[in-house]
């Protein structure tokens, strides 16, 4: 890792492809305070192993990183056969669609709840920035 973060949250999601068929893949998650990382699943050759967050993707795996400041909502929740459907929304108007389990604390609340306080900070430090450049520029001071 490069720049530690704190994780949120660690376990497995299923993500749609793009493809033609959309297969669902079983992805590594971890989510941070500035964002999610989907590790690729692979299931080690021997035992169930299906549960083992370590099997099959050891920290070497390169990571896909769906980063905060790029995303726009976590959408479109339905619930169907113990299974939450969810979708989040970049910015550019992309849509990623995942699914998890339904048991415990759902996937799409960590990840709705982490990009608020992500927004609200981002919002929080904008807003500290313009009231001190404000204090800061009398306008008499202007270089020509």
Not at 26 to 55: Q, Y
Not at 86 to 94: E, S, Y
Request: glycine share 12%; aromatic share 8%.
């Amino acid at each position: 890792m490069m720049n530690p973060q704190k994780e949120l949250k660690e376990g497995f999601l299923e993500k749609r492809s793009n493809g033609l068929l959309q297969l669902w893949k079983k992805k590594r998650c971890v989510l941070t305070e500035d964002g999610l990382r989907l590790f690729e699943w692979k299931r080690s050759g021997g035992g169930s192993g299906a549960t083992g967050l370590g099997s099959g993707s050891g920290p070497q795996s390169k990571a896909k990183e769906l980063r905060f400041e790029r995303m726009a909502t976590v959408d479109c929740v339905e619930y169907k056969r113990g299974l939450v459907y969810f979708t989040i929304v970049m910015a550019g108007g992309k849509e990623i669609d995942f699914r998890c389990q339904q048991d415990g604390t759902a996937w799409n609340a960590e990840i709705a709840l982490a990009l608020v306080r992500f927004k609200n900070l981002l919002a929080v430090q904008t807003g500290r920035t313009r009231h001190l450049s404000h204090l800061g520029s009398t306008g008499d001071d202007e270089a020509p």
